[in-house]
Protein backbone atom coordinates (compact mmCIF):
# COMPACT_ATOMS: atom_id res chain seq x y z
CA UNK A 1 0.00 0.00 0.00
CA UNK A 2 1.58 3.43 -0.78
CA UNK A 3 -0.31 6.82 -0.51
CA UNK A 4 0.83 8.68 -4.06
CA UNK A 5 -2.10 7.97 -5.99
CA UNK A 6 -3.10 10.94 -8.35
CA UNK A 7 -6.56 12.30 -9.73
CA UNK A 8 -8.40 10.48 -7.09
CA UNK A 9 -11.64 12.11 -5.61
CA UNK A 10 -12.91 10.76 -2.19
CA UNK A 11 -16.62 12.01 -0.53
CA UNK A 12 -17.80 12.80 -4.25
CA UNK A 13 -21.23 13.33 -2.63
CA UNK A 14 -20.00 16.77 -1.74
CA UNK A 15 -19.72 17.97 -4.77
CA UNK A 16 -23.34 17.01 -4.80
CA UNK A 17 -24.46 19.38 -1.83
CA UNK A 18 -21.84 21.68 -3.04
CA UNK A 19 -23.88 21.96 -6.26
CA UNK A 20 -26.96 22.14 -4.44
CA UNK A 21 -26.38 25.05 -2.36
CA UNK A 22 -25.56 26.73 -5.48
CA UNK A 23 -28.37 26.07 -7.74
CA UNK A 24 -31.01 26.94 -4.73
CA UNK A 25 -29.23 30.21 -4.12
CA UNK A 26 -27.84 29.45 -0.68
CA UNK A 27 -24.49 29.93 -1.19
CA UNK A 28 -25.20 33.75 -2.61
CA UNK A 29 -27.63 34.36 -0.52
CA UNK A 30 -25.18 33.57 2.67
CA UNK A 31 -22.39 35.79 0.85
CA UNK A 32 -24.92 38.60 0.64
CA UNK A 33 -25.85 37.91 4.39
CA UNK A 34 -22.28 38.18 5.57
CA UNK A 35 -21.08 40.91 3.16
CA UNK A 36 -19.44 43.78 4.89
CA UNK A 37 -18.20 47.23 3.57
CA UNK A 38 -14.82 47.43 2.97
CA UNK A 39 -13.92 43.66 4.09
CA UNK A 40 -12.54 41.85 0.93
CA UNK A 41 -11.73 38.64 2.65
CA UNK A 42 -9.92 35.77 0.34
CA UNK A 43 -12.23 33.16 1.09
CA UNK A 44 -16.01 34.49 0.50
CA UNK A 45 -17.89 33.72 4.00
CA UNK A 46 -21.23 32.51 2.14
CA UNK A 47 -18.95 29.80 0.15
CA UNK A 48 -16.97 28.91 3.78
CA UNK A 49 -19.92 28.60 5.49
CA UNK A 50 -21.66 26.67 2.56
CA UNK A 51 -18.06 24.26 2.59
CA UNK A 52 -18.19 23.74 6.19
CA UNK A 53 -22.26 22.82 6.15
CA UNK A 54 -20.80 20.00 3.71
CA UNK A 55 -18.06 19.19 5.91
CA UNK A 56 -20.56 18.81 8.45
CA UNK A 57 -22.92 16.20 6.58
CA UNK A 58 -20.04 14.12 5.21
CA UNK A 59 -19.07 13.72 9.35
CA UNK A 60 -17.01 16.28 10.16
CA UNK A 61 -17.90 16.65 13.99
CA UNK A 62 -15.22 19.85 14.57
CA UNK A 63 -13.46 22.52 12.88
CA UNK A 64 -11.03 20.99 12.08
CA UNK A 65 -12.27 18.51 9.87
CA UNK A 66 -13.06 21.14 7.24
CA UNK A 67 -9.67 19.71 6.11
CA UNK A 68 -11.43 16.88 4.40
CA UNK A 69 -12.85 19.49 1.99
CA UNK A 70 -8.90 19.68 0.55
CA UNK A 71 -8.16 17.26 -1.77
CA UNK A 72 -11.32 17.73 -3.61
CA UNK A 73 -8.98 20.99 -4.83
CA UNK A 74 -8.59 20.00 -8.08
CA UNK A 75 -12.70 20.12 -8.43
CA UNK A 76 -14.05 22.56 -6.38
CA UNK A 77 -10.53 24.94 -6.09
CA UNK A 78 -9.07 26.49 -2.73
CA UNK A 79 -11.07 25.70 0.50
CA UNK A 80 -10.42 28.03 3.78
CA UNK A 81 -8.02 26.48 6.08
CA UNK A 82 -8.81 25.81 9.78
CA UNK A 83 -7.76 29.41 11.60
CA UNK A 84 -9.70 31.12 8.51
CA UNK A 85 -12.53 28.89 9.43
CA UNK A 86 -12.43 29.72 12.92
CA UNK A 87 -12.03 33.78 12.09
CA UNK A 88 -14.70 33.32 10.06
CA UNK A 89 -17.13 31.70 12.79
CA UNK A 90 -15.84 34.42 15.46
CA UNK A 91 -17.34 37.36 13.28
CA UNK A 92 -20.87 36.04 13.04
CA UNK A 93 -22.08 38.41 15.90
CA UNK A 94 -26.05 37.85 16.84
CA UNK A 95 -26.90 40.47 14.21
CA UNK A 96 -24.87 38.55 11.73
CA UNK A 97 -27.10 35.27 12.73
CA UNK A 98 -30.52 37.05 11.95
CA UNK A 99 -28.82 37.97 8.42
CA UNK A 100 -28.42 34.63 7.98
CA UNK A 101 -31.88 33.51 9.45
CA UNK A 102 -33.54 35.76 6.70
CA UNK A 103 -31.25 34.68 4.12
CA UNK A 104 -32.17 30.90 4.80
CA UNK A 105 -35.93 32.01 4.76
CA UNK A 106 -35.23 33.63 1.90
CA UNK A 107 -33.78 30.68 -0.16
CA UNK A 108 -36.63 28.28 1.60
CA UNK A 109 -39.20 29.97 -0.20
CA UNK A 110 -37.68 29.19 -3.56
CA UNK A 111 -37.22 25.37 -2.40
CA UNK A 112 -40.13 24.66 -1.10
CA UNK A 113 -41.60 26.07 -4.45
CA UNK A 114 -39.41 23.31 -5.94
CA UNK A 115 -41.13 20.91 -3.72
CA UNK A 116 -44.87 21.85 -4.98
CA UNK A 117 -44.28 21.83 -8.62
CA UNK A 118 -42.92 18.23 -8.49
CA UNK A 119 -45.12 15.40 -9.98
CA UNK A 120 -46.10 14.00 -6.28
CA UNK A 121 -46.50 17.63 -4.84
CA UNK A 122 -45.77 18.88 -1.84
CA UNK A 123 -44.53 16.40 1.15
CA UNK A 124 -47.26 16.57 3.65
CA UNK A 125 -46.98 14.70 7.01
CA UNK A 126 -48.58 11.52 7.40
CA UNK A 127 -49.88 9.49 10.17
CA UNK A 128 -50.90 5.79 9.49
CA UNK A 129 -51.11 6.33 6.09
CA UNK A 130 -53.54 9.29 6.35
CA UNK A 131 -51.91 12.39 4.92
CA UNK A 132 -51.95 15.80 6.72
CA UNK A 133 -53.11 17.31 3.40
CA UNK A 134 -52.92 21.36 4.22
CA UNK A 135 -50.54 21.43 7.28
CA UNK A 136 -47.60 22.35 7.92
CA UNK A 137 -45.71 20.31 11.19
CA UNK A 138 -43.61 21.53 13.96
CA UNK A 139 -42.20 19.51 16.21
CA UNK A 140 -39.50 20.96 19.09
CA UNK A 141 -37.41 19.23 21.90
CA UNK A 142 -34.50 20.17 23.73
CA UNK A 143 -31.58 18.51 24.29
CA UNK A 144 -28.95 18.75 26.82
CA UNK A 145 -24.93 19.33 25.12
CA UNK A 146 -22.48 18.58 27.41
CA UNK A 147 -19.57 20.71 28.15
CA UNK A 148 -16.21 18.37 28.71
CA UNK A 149 -14.24 22.26 29.94
CA UNK A 150 -15.75 25.52 31.18
CA UNK A 151 -17.23 26.82 28.07
CA UNK A 152 -19.17 30.47 28.33
CA UNK A 153 -22.83 30.01 28.78
CA UNK A 154 -22.62 26.44 30.58
CA UNK A 155 -24.29 25.87 33.61
CA UNK A 156 -24.97 22.50 35.60
CA UNK A 157 -28.48 20.99 34.30
CA UNK A 158 -31.18 18.76 35.56
CA UNK A 159 -29.24 15.81 34.61
CA UNK A 160 -26.30 16.13 36.91
CA UNK A 161 -23.84 17.24 34.07
CA UNK A 162 -22.70 20.40 33.22
CA UNK A 163 -23.13 22.02 29.53
CA UNK A 164 -25.69 23.91 27.45
CA UNK A 165 -29.24 23.14 26.68
CA UNK A 166 -30.07 23.41 23.12
CA UNK A 167 -33.40 23.53 21.77
CA UNK A 168 -34.15 22.74 18.03
CA UNK A 169 -37.67 22.80 15.65
CA UNK A 170 -37.75 20.37 12.58
CA UNK A 171 -40.31 20.66 9.93
CA UNK A 172 -42.02 17.40 10.09
CA UNK A 173 -42.70 17.84 6.36
CA UNK A 174 -39.10 18.33 4.95
CA UNK A 175 -36.69 16.88 8.14
CA UNK A 176 -35.39 20.51 7.64
CA UNK A 177 -34.27 22.33 11.12
CA UNK A 178 -36.12 25.68 11.11
CA UNK A 179 -34.81 27.19 14.24
CA UNK A 180 -32.02 26.23 16.86
CA UNK A 181 -31.56 28.09 20.27
CA UNK A 182 -27.86 27.59 22.29
CA UNK A 183 -29.00 28.27 26.45
CA UNK A 184 -27.46 27.87 29.76
CA UNK A 185 -27.78 23.99 30.92
CA UNK A 186 -29.94 25.20 33.98
CA UNK A 187 -32.46 27.12 31.17
CA UNK A 188 -35.93 24.54 32.07
CA UNK A 189 -37.48 22.75 28.92
CA UNK A 190 -40.67 24.13 30.17
CA UNK A 191 -39.64 28.08 30.10
CA UNK A 192 -42.38 29.50 28.01
CA UNK A 193 -40.24 32.70 26.93
CA UNK A 194 -37.84 30.17 25.20
CA UNK A 195 -40.23 28.14 23.27
CA UNK A 196 -42.10 30.96 22.47
CA UNK A 197 -38.60 32.80 20.69
CA UNK A 198 -38.04 29.22 18.93
CA UNK A 199 -41.36 29.06 17.72
CA UNK A 200 -41.13 32.38 16.42
CA UNK A 201 -38.09 31.74 14.99
CA UNK A 202 -39.08 28.64 13.26
CA UNK A 203 -42.78 30.15 11.79
CA UNK A 204 -40.05 32.96 9.84
CA UNK A 205 -38.65 30.13 8.09
CA UNK A 206 -41.91 29.31 7.11
CA UNK A 207 -43.15 30.43 3.34
CA UNK A 208 -45.95 32.58 4.00
CA UNK A 209 -48.66 29.99 1.91
CA UNK A 210 -47.52 27.23 4.25
CA UNK A 211 -47.92 29.26 7.59
CA UNK A 212 -51.80 29.14 7.45
CA UNK A 213 -52.28 25.98 9.01
CA UNK A 214 -49.61 24.53 11.52
CA UNK A 215 -49.62 21.88 14.02
CA UNK A 216 -47.22 22.63 16.52
CA UNK A 217 -46.14 19.32 18.96
CA UNK A 218 -44.26 19.44 21.95
CA UNK A 219 -43.67 17.14 24.79
CA UNK A 220 -44.18 18.03 28.43
CA UNK A 221 -41.91 20.92 28.18
CA UNK A 222 -45.53 22.46 26.21
CA UNK A 223 -47.42 22.79 29.49
CA UNK A 224 -47.61 25.95 30.00
CA UNK A 225 -50.65 28.65 29.41
CA UNK A 226 -48.16 31.42 28.05
CA UNK A 227 -47.01 28.98 24.92
CA UNK A 228 -50.55 27.21 24.31
CA UNK A 229 -52.42 30.80 24.02
CA UNK A 230 -49.62 32.20 21.96
CA UNK A 231 -50.12 29.02 19.77
CA UNK A 232 -53.84 29.34 19.81
CA UNK A 233 -53.82 32.95 18.94
CA UNK A 234 -51.42 32.29 15.80
CA UNK A 235 -48.42 34.02 17.61
CA UNK A 236 -50.47 37.08 17.47
CA UNK A 237 -52.24 36.96 14.11
CA UNK A 238 -56.04 38.45 14.05
CA UNK A 239 -56.66 36.58 10.26
CA UNK A 240 -59.01 33.94 10.62
CA UNK A 241 -57.49 32.45 7.71
CA UNK A 242 -55.32 31.44 10.28
CA UNK A 243 -55.72 28.04 12.66
CA UNK A 244 -52.94 27.07 13.81
CA UNK A 245 -53.23 23.92 16.45
CA UNK A 246 -51.34 22.46 19.17
CA UNK A 247 -50.82 18.61 20.50
CA UNK A 248 -48.42 19.23 23.94
CA UNK A 249 -47.82 16.27 26.54
CA UNK A 250 -50.15 16.91 29.73
CA UNK A 251 -48.99 16.82 33.32
CA UNK A 252 -50.63 12.72 34.62
CA UNK A 253 -51.59 14.23 38.30
CA UNK A 254 -53.71 13.04 41.11
CA UNK A 255 -57.04 14.58 39.35
CA UNK A 256 -56.09 12.78 35.89
CA UNK A 257 -55.82 9.49 38.01
CA UNK A 258 -59.01 9.94 39.32
CA UNK A 259 -60.47 10.63 35.74
CA UNK A 260 -58.77 7.28 34.55
CA UNK A 261 -60.99 5.33 37.94
CA UNK A 262 -64.01 6.83 36.41
CA UNK A 263 -63.18 6.05 33.12
CA UNK A 264 -62.52 2.57 34.05
CA UNK A 265 -65.41 2.03 36.10
CA UNK A 266 -67.59 3.22 33.33
CA UNK A 267 -65.31 1.40 30.46
CA UNK A 268 -65.42 4.38 28.02
CA UNK A 269 -61.79 3.52 26.72
CA UNK A 270 -61.18 3.02 23.33
CA UNK A 271 -58.65 1.04 21.00
CA UNK A 272 -55.56 3.13 20.46
CA UNK A 273 -54.07 2.56 17.11
CA UNK A 274 -50.59 1.32 16.00
CA UNK A 275 -48.71 0.72 12.86
CA UNK A 276 -50.92 1.25 9.69
CA UNK A 277 -53.89 2.25 11.65
CA UNK A 278 -54.60 -0.73 12.85
CA UNK A 279 -56.16 -1.40 16.36
CA UNK A 280 -53.91 -2.12 19.25
CA UNK A 281 -55.76 -5.12 21.86
CA UNK A 282 -53.49 -3.70 24.26
CA UNK A 283 -53.38 0.23 24.29
CA UNK A 284 -56.85 2.11 24.88
CA UNK A 285 -57.31 6.29 24.75
CA UNK A 286 -59.55 7.92 26.29
CA UNK A 287 -60.66 11.91 26.07
CA UNK A 288 -61.08 12.59 29.88
CA UNK A 289 -61.81 16.74 29.24
CA UNK A 290 -65.19 16.23 31.02
CA UNK A 291 -63.20 15.27 34.21
CA UNK A 292 -61.29 16.94 35.10
CA UNK A 293 -63.35 20.11 36.37
CA UNK A 294 -63.07 23.81 35.10
CA UNK A 295 -60.48 24.10 32.17
CA UNK A 296 -62.00 27.43 30.99
CA UNK A 297 -58.55 29.18 31.85
CA UNK A 298 -57.20 27.71 28.80
CA UNK A 299 -57.38 27.86 25.17
CA UNK A 300 -60.87 27.46 23.17
CA UNK A 301 -61.53 23.61 22.02
CA UNK A 302 -58.75 22.57 25.06
CA UNK A 303 -59.35 19.01 25.42
CA UNK A 304 -57.40 16.36 27.21
CA UNK A 305 -56.68 12.85 25.82
CA UNK A 306 -55.34 9.50 28.21
CA UNK A 307 -53.13 6.73 26.82
CA UNK A 308 -52.61 3.01 28.39
CA UNK A 309 -50.71 0.95 27.89
CA UNK A 310 -49.10 -2.20 30.06
CA UNK A 311 -46.01 -0.90 31.65
CA UNK A 312 -42.81 -2.17 29.30
CA UNK A 313 -39.56 -2.77 31.73
CA UNK A 314 -37.97 0.25 29.86
CA UNK A 315 -40.14 2.67 31.77
CA UNK A 316 -40.76 0.50 34.81
CA UNK A 317 -38.14 1.87 36.88
CA UNK A 318 -38.93 5.59 36.43
CA UNK A 319 -42.94 4.60 36.58
CA UNK A 320 -44.96 6.38 39.21
CA UNK A 321 -46.32 4.39 42.08
CA UNK A 322 -49.88 4.58 40.69
CA UNK A 323 -48.37 3.35 37.12
CA UNK A 324 -46.58 0.12 39.28
CA UNK A 325 -49.67 0.03 41.33
CA UNK A 326 -52.03 -1.15 38.03
CA UNK A 327 -48.93 -2.45 35.63
CA UNK A 328 -49.68 0.09 33.01
CA UNK A 329 -48.00 2.89 31.84
CA UNK A 330 -50.41 6.50 31.17
CA UNK A 331 -49.68 9.77 28.73
CA UNK A 332 -51.45 12.26 28.80
CA UNK A 333 -51.18 15.23 25.77
CA UNK A 334 -53.77 18.09 25.21
CA UNK A 335 -54.58 19.29 22.06
CA UNK A 336 -56.98 22.20 20.32
CA UNK A 337 -58.12 20.33 17.46
CA UNK A 338 -61.95 19.79 17.33
CA UNK A 339 -62.56 17.08 14.93
CA UNK A 340 -60.88 13.62 14.58
CA UNK A 341 -61.36 10.41 16.50
CA UNK A 342 -59.42 10.20 19.32
CA UNK A 343 -57.20 7.33 18.56
CA UNK A 344 -55.89 9.64 15.38
CA UNK A 345 -55.09 12.18 17.46
CA UNK A 346 -52.93 10.18 19.97
CA UNK A 347 -51.41 8.45 16.91
CA UNK A 348 -50.79 12.13 15.63
CA UNK A 349 -49.24 13.31 18.76
CA UNK A 350 -46.92 10.35 18.67
CA UNK A 351 -45.36 10.94 15.85
CA UNK A 352 -43.58 13.88 17.68
CA UNK A 353 -41.28 11.19 19.24
CA UNK A 354 -39.35 11.37 15.40
CA UNK A 355 -37.38 14.47 16.21
CA UNK A 356 -35.78 12.25 18.81
CA UNK A 357 -33.68 10.43 16.25
CA UNK A 358 -32.90 13.60 14.34
CA UNK A 359 -31.19 15.47 17.55
CA UNK A 360 -29.55 12.42 17.83
CA UNK A 361 -28.33 12.09 14.44
CA UNK A 362 -27.40 16.13 14.62
CA UNK A 363 -25.34 16.03 17.82
CA UNK A 364 -23.45 13.14 15.88
CA UNK A 365 -23.09 15.39 13.45
CA UNK A 366 -21.11 18.20 15.29
CA UNK A 367 -24.21 19.67 18.11
CA UNK A 368 -22.89 16.87 20.10
CA UNK A 369 -19.30 19.26 20.64
CA UNK A 370 -19.18 22.53 20.53
CA UNK A 371 -15.66 23.72 19.44
CA UNK A 372 -15.20 26.73 21.46
CA UNK A 373 -14.89 28.60 24.61
CA UNK A 374 -16.71 31.45 23.23
CA UNK A 375 -20.97 31.59 22.78
CA UNK A 376 -20.29 33.34 19.59
CA UNK A 377 -18.38 30.95 17.91
CA UNK A 378 -20.30 28.10 19.19
CA UNK A 379 -24.07 29.74 18.52
CA UNK A 380 -22.00 30.09 14.50
CA UNK A 381 -20.96 26.44 14.84
CA UNK A 382 -24.30 25.40 15.84
CA UNK A 383 -25.92 27.21 12.49
CA UNK A 384 -23.99 25.59 10.43
CA UNK A 385 -24.62 22.39 11.81
CA UNK A 386 -28.62 23.69 10.88
CA UNK A 387 -27.25 24.29 7.01
CA UNK A 388 -25.96 20.78 6.73
CA UNK A 389 -29.55 19.34 8.21
CA UNK A 390 -31.33 21.22 5.15
CA UNK A 391 -28.71 20.80 2.91
CA UNK A 392 -28.88 16.90 3.22
CA UNK A 393 -32.79 17.35 3.33
CA UNK A 394 -33.20 18.92 -0.12
CA UNK A 395 -30.47 16.27 -1.29
CA UNK A 396 -33.15 13.79 -0.30
CA UNK A 397 -36.28 15.78 -1.35
CA UNK A 398 -34.79 17.04 -4.57
CA UNK A 399 -32.29 14.66 -6.30
CA UNK A 400 -32.70 10.73 -4.28
CA UNK A 401 -35.92 8.71 -4.50
CA UNK A 402 -36.36 5.23 -3.18
CA UNK A 403 -34.49 3.93 -0.46
CA UNK A 404 -31.94 6.76 -0.35
CA UNK A 405 -34.72 9.46 -0.30
CA UNK A 406 -36.03 8.51 3.29
CA UNK A 407 -32.00 7.01 4.45
CA UNK A 408 -30.45 8.14 7.74
CA UNK A 409 -27.55 10.02 8.06
CA UNK A 410 -25.23 7.55 8.12
CA UNK A 411 -26.42 5.12 5.51
CA UNK A 412 -26.89 8.28 2.96
CA UNK A 413 -23.07 8.15 3.82
CA UNK A 414 -22.03 5.21 3.01
CA UNK A 415 -23.76 4.63 0.12
CA UNK A 416 -23.44 8.00 -1.46
CA UNK A 417 -21.55 10.62 0.17
CA UNK A 418 -18.50 8.91 0.93
CA UNK A 419 -18.23 7.02 -2.53
CA UNK A 420 -14.44 7.87 -4.73
CA UNK A 421 -14.26 8.97 -7.92
CA UNK A 422 -11.28 9.18 -10.73
CA UNK A 423 -11.16 12.67 -11.80
CA UNK A 424 -10.50 12.62 -15.95
CA UNK A 425 -9.58 15.05 -18.24
CA UNK A 426 -9.86 15.32 -21.66
CA UNK A 427 -11.98 17.83 -25.04
CA UNK A 428 -11.64 20.41 -22.21
CA UNK A 429 -13.83 19.31 -19.35
CA UNK A 430 -13.42 17.06 -16.30
CA UNK A 431 -15.22 13.73 -15.46
CA UNK A 432 -15.59 11.76 -12.60
CA UNK A 433 -16.20 8.57 -12.98
CA UNK A 434 -17.37 6.79 -10.16
CA UNK A 435 -16.50 2.90 -9.57
CA UNK A 436 -19.40 1.03 -12.12
CA UNK A 437 -19.72 -2.04 -9.98
CA UNK A 438 -20.67 0.64 -6.39
CA UNK A 439 -24.33 -0.92 -6.01
CA UNK A 440 -25.62 3.11 -5.90
CA UNK A 441 -23.37 4.57 -8.79
CA UNK A 442 -26.76 4.77 -11.16
CA UNK A 443 -28.49 6.64 -8.16
CA UNK A 444 -25.18 9.12 -7.51
CA UNK A 445 -25.29 9.86 -11.38
CA UNK A 446 -28.86 10.84 -11.66
CA UNK A 447 -29.14 13.02 -8.64
CA UNK A 448 -25.96 15.49 -9.86
CA UNK A 449 -27.84 15.64 -13.10
CA UNK A 450 -31.50 16.33 -11.36
CA UNK A 451 -29.55 19.36 -8.94
CA UNK A 452 -27.72 20.34 -12.01
CA UNK A 453 -31.63 21.05 -13.98
CA UNK A 454 -32.48 22.48 -10.83
CA UNK A 455 -33.34 26.31 -11.96
CA UNK A 456 -31.81 29.37 -10.36
CA UNK A 457 -34.13 31.51 -7.96
CA UNK A 458 -35.36 34.78 -9.32
Known sequence: MSADGTDQIGHVGGLHLRLLAQRTGLTGALSDA?????FHPLHDRGQLLTDLAVAITLGATCIRDIRLLEHQRPVIGAVASFPTVWRALKEIDEVALRRIERARAAVRRHVWALLAARPEGFP????????LDGWTVIDTDGSIVVAPSDKEGAHGTYKGTYGHHGFVAVCDNTGEELAQLLHPGNTGANDATVNIDLLTRAVAQIPGPWRKKVLIRVDGAGFSHALLEWIAGAGGRTSPSYRWE???????????????????????????????????PDAFVADVTGLLGD?????SGHRVIVRKEPLHPRY??????????????YQAFATNTARGQIAFLDARHRKHARIEPRIRDQKASGMGLLPSRELQVNAAWLMATALAVDLRAWLQLLALDGELAVATPKTLRYRLLHVPARLVRGQRRRRLKIPGTWPWADAIVRAFSRIWALPHPT
Open 295 to 299: LSAWP
Open 316 to 329: ARDASPYEKKHGMR
Open 34 to 38: LRRRG
Open 124 to 131: WARVDEQV
Open 246 to 280: YSVGWAFTEREQDAVELVDARGLWQAATGPGGESR
